[in-house]
């Protein structure tokens, strides 16, 4: 006859008492389906960080195989939305009764999406990097989400610099007291000494975080890269032909931003969504191409007790 294996995590007592805020695993790998809204239900590849808390000063350790198997029934027979993420934390609570009372999940994923070209309407996969916490910490409920979409900017200073040494250049070029033709004047634009500088640009990074409540069940990832892309103007591109590289430089030039600039733009239009988000936290990164370090605005919808800064 085979004897019962030992299990130390639960007939065993801690060689030193004390609770631990948050006991668990990171870095799991899974498949996942995720709802969204207004997309399909979507496999993605995920790492998965789970957590609970030990209350009990005396207990070894926690049922780290019970996260696990939680995680992998979510995995393999449910999707990925606000409830269900819900209903996963309680059984992370339940699950250890005795131990635990506070649970944390974490979800981390590429979202692709297809996105149109400016004028040529070509598609192309874009890939969103995602983030989606839950929390249950004393009772309070958190569901927050991240995301980062990527986008252009171009300095208005460097700008402004740029077209002084374009003025400067057809001072040179055409004497005040000649009589200029129009022909003249726009064979040298076209030319590398007609537009003898350019301002610097430099691909961006807009973070958003978000929280969500239990009004919003599937998450509204295409309505925050929507919003966002759409306020700021410039994002990166996919498929591309000439007529929309030749636009993206026009938006480029008529979008003129400094990292200020960009947070005020997202700011505003998340103050005027009609989604109904709790909270959220912005960060802007421009990845400088003049100096080698980066510029970063920070920003919050403002709500007591809420984001900080």
């Known amino acids: 006859m085979s004897s019962s294996m030992p299990d130390i995590a639960n007939h065993t007592t801690a060689q030193t008492e004390g609770t631990l805020?948050?006991?668990?695993?990171?870095?799991?790998?899974?498949?996942?389906?995720?709802?969204t809204q207004g997309e399909v239900e979507r496999m993605v590849s995920a790492h998965i960080d789970a957590f609970v808390n030990l209350k009990d000063p005396q207990a070894k350790g926690i049922h780290m195989s019970r996260l696990y198997l939680l995680i992998d029934e979510l995995s393999s027979n449910s999707v990925l939305n606000y409830d269900n993420l819900v209903v996963l934390l309680d059984s992370f609570i339940s699950s250890h009764h005795d131990l635990s009372d506070n649970a944390k999940v974490q979800f981390k994923f590429d979202y692709h999406l297809r996105r149109k070209s400016l004028i040529t309407g070509k598609l192309?996969?874009?890939a969103y990097p995602i983030k989606i916490v839950g929390r249950v910490n004393k009772g309070e409920l958190e569901v927050e989400l991240n995301l980062d979409v990527t986008y252009s900017s171009t300095c208005p200073c460097s700008a402004a610099l740029a077209r002084q040494l374009v003025q400067k250049a057809f001072n040179e070029t055409f004497n005040?007291?000649?009589?200029?033709d129009h022909q003249s004047i726009h064979d040298w634009l076209g030319t590398t000494e007609g537009i003898v500088a350019t301002p610097h640009s430099q691909r961006?990074?807009?973070?958003?975080k978000v929280k969500l409540n239990k009004s919003i069940n599937n998450f509204p990832i295409t309505h925050l890269v929507d919003l966002i892309e759409g306020a700021l103007k410039t994002p990166v591109q996919a498929a591309v032909k000439r007529a929309d590289e030749q636009e993206f430089a026009r938006l480029n030039g008529q979008n003129l931003?400094?990292?200020?600039?960009?947070?005020?733009?997202?700011?505003?239009?998340?103050?005027?969504?009609?989604?109904?988000y709790?909270?959220?936290?912005?960060?802007?990164?421009?990845?400088?191409?003049?100096?080698?370090?980066?510029?970063?605005?920070?920003?919050?919808?403002g709500v007591l007790g809420g984001y900080q800064p």
């Open 21 to 35: 805020d948050w006991v668990g695993m990171s870095n799991i790998e899974m498949p996942l389906m995720v709802a």
């Open 176 to 180: 005040a007291n000649d009589t200029l």
């Open 204 to 208: 961006s990074i807009a973070e958003i």
């Open 257 to 276: 931003m400094f990292c200020e600039d960009a947070a005020r733009r997202l700011q505003h239009a998340m103050n005027t969504t009609n989604e109904q």
């Open 278 to 301: 709790d909270d959220f936290w912005l960060k802007i990164n421009h990845l400088e191409s003049l100096h080698a370090h980066d510029a970063v605005s920070i920003t919050t919808k």
């Open 124 to 126: 192309g996969w874009k």
